[in-house]
């Protein structure tokens, strides 16, 4: 048996009712960058508890080298919440010590920059313990170090600065790491081999996450290749038995064939196309437009309108001894004049106009002593229920002439209000159609919820429209269970009850029963109450009855929390058949890029398009840090109104240096008057022009979309096929690749409008 520096022999381990080990015997040697995945509640967390010597094993023993250090990050921390952030997080260190340490001062400026040093833990968020309780460990030397689920709570920033951190932190060969996480990309890009938890055995995979499931999917296929000749051996006894012997064929040869061929008869993971004429007969051709969107927050309690963590940290600490951030979200402070006829105006009210905020009130406890009903004065809910069809805000912008107010609809008797605060977005247009997938990411207080809370209704621009379409139904998946909650004391065979026998999910009717067993629960659930689920589970939960409930936009705030991989690729497996619009929030990259097309940032005020996905991002990030100023948007996904539009607002904006931008054409926007009125800006065709216009979108279907595919098909082969080592080769195959996906693109695009215009 080897010798581990630290491991498990002969180890069995079971709780009243679940064994979790059977006789394991596995280690960690020095130099060791190892993963840990498998499904809640098999054992993961439990594993390292089992190498910390916090649980004690039923037989067998954990084995250590003497004076071996082990540090380790739990889901729960042990700090003193009387403690300050000071005491806790740097334990007494004085600030030149860990200033003075370039590593020191990376790992707290990364960890806890924008927090009070002289703050109390028990004043802080769950997301701020947690980034406090990171650096108290890694701020100390350790041989082996142990992160259960250390992605929780950090932005894609911080996230990819931790993978560099644990990549760098020891020299080849030297320390040891285990990694508990349900962030794919950080396993792939932190870990060189993994382990997963299975049925009471842990089973070793060399490589990272995508190497893994490389030898998963050979693994099972051995696996039922062995099943299938036991079955039909079994099968050849029997006929001996019964006819008599019989000459035993020979044992055919088995070669383990190449990854391509494991998954040729994989189909693509989602058909775009047909999934957008879906989406287009389910929604027509508006689904949200926001047109010369500004959001202001005029007073710091707004903070918790963007990101909690944000608010408590406003709330909680000072401005003496605050560490310096090592990135610093650009952030915009400007004001814009809004032309009401009462305090009462949801622009105002939403913008957190203090004598709006106290009107607003004052009427809602008004409305509430007349009806005798508390529900009735909540109208924020009921707009955000009934906003099919509606233009929320818009068109009151105060200007310098009385023409342009008159032009706006404003009554003579309309008062001019100034609103100054912190800007969430500045004079943004975005469109967003049918059957887009779009991915959002932004630093935690970007104003990620904020937009989101926009699109759907449920909060009023301070300046321009937002257009939502008459068909719209929305369904949004947040962070909070609050929904689940009302339903705690119903089992789940009540729940389901209340929907349709059945449903078409990728082309077969299915029951609320098979989809709840898609999602991993059992049959044998169904009479549970819903209070009784753990976390993983009513996340999964809530996700059916979003489902079952058939909304054509699909809004989704960190779907990945409580998660583990099996279930999120099940959840992305079921994303990719869904036809709607889908909005998705997470800083879980694998799974931003995994079920949405196109990746747009929050950050300066604007939203910006990724073409390179979330790693454009980090380059954006990377350029502020080195004091260059951010691209210009990208023309033809979203951007900015005109820059007579901006000064038409009254506008005064006082931008961060880092936050210069300069303006850029974005896509051509329905005008407000038009969306209010109804009408259909595209022409229709008749006669001749539709019958040509038919034969190209039938050509787009059925050749050239098809044909293109193929080529992507035959260019991805062989890159996977090249000698790596070939970069000048790769990259002109990777140059013709991405020439093939903007033809494919543009095509897409013609098609769409050409479908429009067929109706």
Not at 208 to 223: F, I, T
Not at 353 to 379: F, H, I, T
């Amino acid at each position: 048996m080897p010798t581990y520096d630290i491991g498990l022999e002969h180890v069995s381990l079971a709780f009243a009712t679940k064994t979790i080990f059977t006789d394991v015997t596995q280690g960690v040697f020095e130099g060791d960058r190892i993963g840990i995945v498998g499904k809640n509640g098999d054992g993961k967390s439990t594993l390292l508890h089992l190498f910390r010597g916090a649980q004690e094993p039923d037989s067998g023993r954990v084995t250590k080298r003497g004076g071996l250090t082990f540090g380790m990050l739990d889901q729960r921390d042990p700090l003193d919440d009387n403690a300050t952030i000071r005491e806790a997080a740097l334990e007494g260190r004085a600030d030149y010590e860990w200033a003075s340490d370039n590593t020191s001062r990376e790992i707290v400026e990364a960890l806890l920059g924008g927090m009070s040093l002289d703050a109390k833990v028990g004043s802080l968020s769950g997301g701020q313990r947690r980034r406090a309780d990171l650096a108290r460990l890694l701020l100390k030397d350790w041989d082996i170090l142990a992160l259960d689920e250390p992605t929780n709570h950090l932005d894609v920033v911080t996230i990819h600065w931790l993978a560099e951190h644990l990549k760098n932190r020891w020299s080849k060969g030297q320390g040891a790491l285990l990694l508990v996480t349900h962030d794919r990309w950080f396993l792939d890009e932190v870990c060189e081999s993994m382990w997963e938890v299975h049925d009471g055995v842990i089973e070793p995979f060399e490589g990272g996450y995508s190497a893994y499931m490389l030898q998963r999917v050979e693994r099972d296929r051995q696996a039922d290749v062995r099943e299938t000749k036991r079955r039909n051996l079994a099968r050849k006894e029997l006929a001996w038995l019964s006819r008599g012997a019989r000459a035993r064929s020979t044992k055919q040869k088995f070669h383990v064939k190449a990854a391509r061929e494991l998954i040729a008869d994989v189909p693509p993971m989602r058909n775009t196309l047909e999934l957008k004429q879906m989406a287009t007969s389910r929604l027509g051709k508006q689904v949200v437009d926001l047109v010369d969107v500004t959001q202001i927050f005029e007073k710091p309690q707004g903070m918790a309108d963007i990101d909690p963590d944000v608010a408590a940290l406003s709330a909680s600490a000072s401005r003496v001894d605050v560490v310096n951030a090592m990135y610093a979200e650009p952030q915009l402070h400007g004001s814009v004049e809004v032309a009401v006829t009462d305090l009462t105006d949801p622009r105002l009210v939403d913008a957190g106009v203090p004598e709006a905020v106290e009107s607003a009130e004052e009427a809602r406890k008004k409305a509430e002593a007349e009806s005798g009903n508390p529900q009735l004065a909540d109208d924020r809910e009921v707009r955000r229920m009934n906003t099919g069809g509606e233009t929320i805000g818009g068109g009151t912008a105060a200007t310098d002439s009385d023409d342009d107010t008159a032009a706006a609809g404003v009554t003579s008797a309309a008062r001019k209000v100034t609103v100054s605060g912190r800007e969430i977005l500045d004079d943004v247009t975005w469109l967003i159609g049918p059957g887009d997938r779009f991915g959002i990411v932004g630093a935690n207080g970007a104003g990620k919820s904020t937009l989101l809370k926009l699109i759907d209704g449920t909060l009023t621009p301070t300046a321009g429209h937002v257009n939502i379409g008459k068909t719209v139904k929305f369904a949004v998946l947040s962070q909070r269970l609050d929904e689940l909650e009302k339903l705690g004391k119903y089992k789940i065979k009540e729940v389901l009850s209340r929907y349709k026998p059945s449903y078409i999910v990728d082309g077969k009717e299915v029951t609320p029963g098979q989809l709840m067993e898609r999602l991993g629960f059992e049959s044998a659930q169904l009479m549970t109450p819903i209070r009784d689920l753990s976390g993983g589970q009513k996340r999964r939960m809530q996700l059916l009855l979003i489902l079952l409930d058939e909304p054509n936009v699909l809004i989704m705030d960190e779907p990945g929390n409580d998660l583990d991989t099996d279930m999120l690729a099940v959840m992305e497996d079921l994303l990719d058949t869904w036809p709607g619009t889908l909005i998705v929030v997470s800083h879980d990259r694998y799974l931003l890029e995994r079920v949405t097309d196109q990746q747009f940032a929050l950050i300066g005020g604007k939203v910006r398009h990724l073409p390179g996905g979330v790693q454009d991002y980090l380059d954006m990030v990377e350029a502020i840090k080195n004091g260059k100023g951010l691209p210009a948007d990208t023309p033809g996904f979203a951007g900015t109104g005109s820059s007579s539009a901006k000064s038409g607002k009254g506008k005064a904006a006082a931008v961060n240096a880092a936050a210069s931008l300069p303006q850029s054409a974005s896509r051509i926007a329905p005008s407000s008057e038009g969306a209010n009125n109804g009408e259909d800006s595209t022409s229709k065709l008749t006669g001749k022009a539709f019958h040509e216009a038919s034969k190209r979108v039938n050509a787009i279907e059925r050749k050239q979309l098809a044909k293109l595919e193929e080529q992507k098909a035959d260019l991805e082969a062989q890159m996977a096929a090249h000698d790596p080592s070939d970069y000048e080769g790769l990259n002109k195959l990777n140059e013709q690749l991405t020439a093939v996906n903007t033809e494919s693109d543009d095509l897409e695009a013609e098609w769409l409008e050409l479908s429009e215009q067929l109706e």
